[in-house]
């Protein structure tokens, strides 16, 4: 009741740190009495804000709770914070808790990702205009047929959270062994667009 009066008021709680547990109670209370979810826990609100931390700690359990309120935008946030979750984490309850919409949304948040990433790593590095050293043939192997190996072994273990870091490990090897300068080149600069267009790849639902 306490932290219904709260919700109701505006007041910030957080100085209480209620429990995931309490924190659900109150939504549910709050729906009770009638009074709307959406209003104390608008962006911005300390509500929201404190939901928003308690993600930080239990975000799969805090995504449920919200999306059971159909707390969109702060569904949205938290979502952010899934990607690196592996979704076999998911419980029976919670699945049921977020509603079949929105666990279709947190799938596809994955597989888009992962799916996008397969995609980005299928794009080979240009090449540059054939050399006395360096025509054609030689880019084919040395520069995309490298490429493409290292890119299928990316692809196994690509998932909606690939770090940065491992697409660096992968491919910065296979640039630096080029004899090349010019492949060389070709290779990093593919390898600089592929982290930019993976950073800025959805990663909310
Ligand atoms: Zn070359």
């Given at each position: 009741m306490n932290l219904i009066l709260h919700a109701f008021y505006d007041y910030?709680?957080?100085?209480?740190?209620?429990?995931l547990d309490q924190l659900a109670n109150m939504l549910t209370g709050l729906n009770t009495y009638g009074l709307p979810v959406t209003e104390p826990v608008a962006p911005g609100k300390p509500l929201y804000n404190l939901l928003l931390s308690t993600a930080l700690s239990h975000p799969l359990d805090t995504y449920a709770l919200v999306c059971q309120h159909h707390l969109e935008s702060l569904a949205v946030e938290i979502s952010?914070?899934?990607?690196?979750?592996?979704?076999?984490?998911?419980s029976d309850e919670q699945c049921l808790s977020m509603g079949p919409v929105y666990l279709r949304r947190l799938v596809f948040l994955h597989l888009g990702r992962t799916e996008r990433l397969k995609k980005l790593l299928k794009d080979l590095p240009d090449g540059h205009p054939p050399t006395r050293q360096c025509d054609a043939v030689d880019q084919k192997r040395d520069l995309k047929g490298a490429w493409e190996a290292a890119a299928a072994t990316l692809a196994w273990e690509a998932n909606a959270n690939t770090p940065v870091s491992l697409i660096q490990s992968t491919f910065l090897p296979v640039a630096d062994r080029l004899t090349c300068s010019e492949c060389r080149t070709s290779a990093k600069e593919r390898i600089r667009k592929l982290i930019v267009d993976w950073t800025t790849v959805k990663s909310t639902i």
């Open positions: 910030d709680p957080t100085n209480y740190r209620p429990t952010h914070h899934l990607i690196s979750i592996p979704l076999h984490n998911l």
